[in-house]
């Protein structure tokens, strides 16, 4: 069992930042590549960026040049840099870990995921 913790969340006004984290705990050496998704209310779940273990990375559009996304294999943690945060970002983001891709891409797709956390709000005011 793998349990992931989200944080970082809160309230922010457009074009400002804010930075997510994600504790992984458990078994957590079963993890490769990990991503945060996002899901607003009456929209689709969007796997906004997802990393692998070794360091690769890969974006949705609707983020990319805007969010970063990194990892701390010695601290078990995935981290989201968000900037010029606009109020269509808006939502509740999720951390999600993959532990049965072995040495798997940094897919942008939600099936590939099999732990997810509880999720931390974000909201972006106008």
């Known amino acids: 069992q793998v349990q992931l913790v989200e944080s970082g969340g809160g309230l922010v006004q457009a074009g400002g930042s804010l930075r997510l984290s994600c504790a992984a705990s458990g078994r957590t050496f079963s993890i490769n590549a990990m991503g945060w998704y996002r899901q607003a209310p009456g929209k689709q779940r969007e796997v906004v960026a997802a990393?692998?273990?070794?360091?690769?990375?890969n974006y949705a559009g609707s983020v990319k040049g805007r969010f970063t996304i990194s990892r701390d294999n010695v601290k078990n943690t995935v981290y989201l840099q968000m900037n010029s945060l606009k109020p269509e970002d808006t939502a509740t983001y999720y951390c999600a870990a993959d532990t049965v891709h072995m040495n798997g891409p940094a897919s942008l797709n939600t099936n590939t995921y099999d732990y997810w956390g509880q999720g931390t709000q974000v909201t972006v005011s106008s």
């Open positions: 990393i692998t273990s070794g360091g690769r990375t």
